[in-house]
């Protein structure tokens, strides 16, 4: 598929694909429109590899605690995440929808010395399944089903595997925070990165992950400070919050 050739899917919506095409050069720059992922990137990393290990009884202190680890990332973008989680031993196949994302996080990861796997194609296009987690975030609140992507994370999950998800809540405080503050106060994202009526409250998603017979083993809310550019854990989840869920042996079988 060539860099400029579009996916059909259900899930994906065009106008998010050329917005982030417009910006792929930018990823892998600190200081540019996507600060806050690799500020964001430092905090969840560790918090997945801290539950993972946690839960899969492993030392979270060892060079490489996810070896062994078969990872998706779905909507790798640039491959921040990706390489992350590579660096701590996971074997890891990004995704994603934007063609031009695609060829930034394979160069940088090349560079890097890192073996992570890029393809461009939509999850519900993606052939393989049985993985041992599926990381799905900050990518919901984009796509143009919530609910049926969803259920596409979860058939790629092996049984007893794992899918992490990190949203923005469909709260008042959201709008305040993640889009008038983030995107015209601040200028820390660029303006239309969100929509709000796409935020995702966290029972829209806990609800149908426990229908599923899944376990939620981990969750927490994310507080972000736009001048200091630091961000930390915290339990409220209004604005930004992770998940992990525990998927039952029931589920892909």
């Known amino acids: 598929m060539s860099e400029t050739e579009s996916i059909q899917a259900a899930s994906v919506d065009p106008e998010e694909v050329a917005r982030y095409q417009r910006l792929a050069e930018t990823w892998w720059d600190e200081e540019g429109p996507f600060w806050p992922?690799?500020?964001?990137?430092?905090?969840?990393?560790?918090?997945?590899?801290?539950?993972?290990?946690?839960?899969?009884?492993?030392?979270?202190?060892?060079?490489?605690?996810?070896?062994?680890?078969?990872?998706l990332d779905v909507g790798c973008g640039g491959g921040i995440l990706s390489e992350s989680m590579a660096r701590h031993g996971a074997e890891v196949l990004g995704i994603d929808v934007t063609p031009r994302n695609i060829i930034v996080a394979?160069?940088?990861?090349?560079?890097?010395?890192?073996?992570?796997e890029y393809r461009h194609v939509a999850l519900e296009d993606l052939a393989e399944d049985g993985?041992?987690?599926?990381?799905?975030?900050?990518?919901?609140?984009?796509?143009?089903?919530?609910?049926a992507f969803l259920q596409h994370c979860l058939a790629k999950v092996r049984p007893g595997g794992f899918l992490v998800l990190a949203t923005l809540n469909r709260t008042v405080a959201s709008y305040i925070a993640g889009i008038i503050g983030a995107e015209y106060i601040f200028r820390v994202l660029p303006r239309g990165t969100h929509q709000w009526r796409r935020f995702v409250r966290p029972r829209e998603l806990t609800r149908p992950l426990e229908a599923a017979g899944c376990r939620i083993v981990a969750r927490s809310g994310v507080?972000?400070?736009?001048?200091?550019?630091?961000?930390?854990?915290?339990?409220?989840?209004?604005?930004?919050?992770?998940?992990?869920?525990?998927?039952?042996?029931?589920?892909?079988?």
């Open 131 to 147: 993985f041992d987690v599926v990381l799905n975030m900050e990518v919901i609140e984009h796509v143009v089903d919530p609910q």
């Open 37 to 71: 992922l690799h500020v964001l990137n430092r905090l969840r990393s560790s918090w997945v590899v801290e539950h993972l290990t946690r839960e899969l009884g492993r030392d979270p202190e060892v060079q490489r605690p996810l070896a062994g680890l078969r990872m």
């Open 106 to 116: 394979g160069s940088h990861a090349e560079g890097s010395g890192l073996a992570v």
């Open 223 to 253: 507080a972000v400070n736009p001048v200091s550019r630091r961000m930390r854990l915290t339990r409220y989840e209004g604005v930004n919050y992770m998940l992990m869920a525990n998927v039952p042996a029931a589920i892909g079988t």
